[in-house]
């Protein structure tokens, strides 16, 4: 069996890998048409007053701040339980990141919320972690009375839904992620959603300034699936072949390394922010027309975890369930023993307030002890994958492991 990997283009069909092909040896790897249809297949799907193409969702959240015109001693309300890719734009700007903990959902704890609030609070980031929708509405009234900006963060949860309407419609402006492990994918890629009429003109007034990533860049994203698919994961506990090809890929840049060495530390790499490629545009685009599938097959792989494993969640239909996340004391061991059976469950999401789990929490500015219960999942939690090259077969082979280890 192929190895089952959550972080390492998961994604990937056959058709995604020739566009990856083809767009290698493409002319118009920069700048083409599929820009601008993706952009409009994206807007048109949730209705946005305009959309921004970004190389990520960090360039895209830091696009959004320095059009708030947001600076130092102002504060952003975030929650624990996050990814240093969410808090560096904002470190970016010279504000400063509060912490507010989580609740049952591995969302913002409202009450926890409310009294993060001061009169230096200019907007809040509501993250919908691993698809599950927050407590949106709730969040969008407690914004509104307190005059603040409500930013949706949808990395997890393209094409989830709260009361029947899309997530990432409810704030001022939203941003989304196309990277490599999420719901769709160009490896690297994001996009802003605005409807907030007052924020378009300055976002775009931004826009305008930003330069396109080089070829050389844009090619290690194009590489990425190719290798991983076809060299990387077939390959990867033969003779640990798999691993070493990766290794030597990362380092003679071939491919570039989803998270680099100064992220950890509180740095964005000096290529965020940039506009999304031609490339990478067609390649977002079609898994862009596969989303509704890629949602309803992780929605039936959540259902069977549910049934047969349990878990913290209970199972919304509306949800995206990017992963499906499990409490247990012995995470370590249970990942170490599926990595026995091709299965690599390790996927950065634990072990650290902030994830990855090397990030420098100091450099984020967060004490430990801040946020406890955020503190507490991260250390228990592990992930299950949905994508849709988990077959049930697969499915139930994860299922079979895990109850055998707890």
């Known amino acids: 069996m192929k190895t089952v990997s959550i972080s390492l283009s998961p994604n990937t069909e056959k058709d995604d890998l020739k566009i990856a092909f083809k767009e290698l040896f493409s002319r118009k790897k920069i700048k083409g048409k599929h820009l601008k249809t993706f952009e ?59 912490y507010t903990d989580i609740d049952k959902t591995l969302n913002i704890d409202i009450e926890k919320l409310k009294e993060k ?42 094409g989830a839904k709260y009361n029947n309407k899309y997530c990432g419609t409810f704030g001022d402006v939203s941003f989304f992620s196309f990277g490599r492990d999420k719901i769709i994918s160009s490896v690297y890629g994001g996009m802003i959603g605005v409807n907030n009429k007052n924020l378009i003109n300055k976002i775009q007034s931004n826009y305008d300034k930003l330069d396109y990533p080089n070829r050389k860049w844009v090619n290690q994203q194009l590489m990425h699936p190719i290798i991983m698919n076809l060299l990387v994961l077939p390959l990867y506990n033969f003779l640990n072949l798999g691993k070493i090809i990766l290794e030597l890929s990362i380092r003679f840049k071939i491919l570039s390394k989803a998270v680099s060495k100064i992220e950890y530390k509180g740095k964005l790499p000096d ?26 097959h992780r929605l039936e792989i959540a259902k069977y975890y549910k049934e047969n494993i349990g878990g913290m969640l209970e199972i919304k ?85 895990f109850k055998s280890l707890v």
């Open 40 to 98: 409009n297949n994206f807007k048109n799907y949730f209705d946005f007053k305009s959309v921004f193409s970004l190389n990520s969702g960090r360039s895209s959240l830091f696009l959004i701040l320095k059009s708030l015109d947001i600076k130092k001693g102002d504060e952003i309300i975030v929650q624990a339980f996050t990814c240093n890719a969410v808090v560096n734009p904002i470190l970016k700007t010279n504000a400063t990141p509060i």
């Open 117 to 158: 609030i001061t009169k230096n609070t200019k907007a809040v980031i509501v993250q919908h972690t691993f698809g599950i929708p927050g407590n949106i509405k709730t969040i969008k009234e407690i914004c509104n009375k307190h005059n603040l900006i409500l930013i949706e963060d949808c990395a997890h949860s393209l």
């Open 271 to 296: 290529y965020f922010p940039q506009k999304l490629p031609n490339s990478l545009a067609k390649l977002a685009n079609n898994q862009f027309k596969k989303l509704n599938k890629f949602n309803s």
């Open 317 to 401: 239909e509306n949800a995206t369930y990017l992963k499906y996340p499990v409490l247990t004391e012995n995470g370590d061991e249970i990942i170490e023993e599926f990595k026995k059976f091709n299965i690599m469950l390790e996927d950065g999401w634990r072990k650290n307030a902030i994830v990855p789990p090397k990030t420098d929490l100091n450099k984020m500015i967060y004490k430990k002890g801040e946020c406890q219960n955020a503190e507490e999942i991260s250390n228990k939690i592990i992930i299950l994958p949905t994508h849709i090259n988990i077959t049930k077969d697969i499915a139930e082979k994860i299922v079979y492991l």
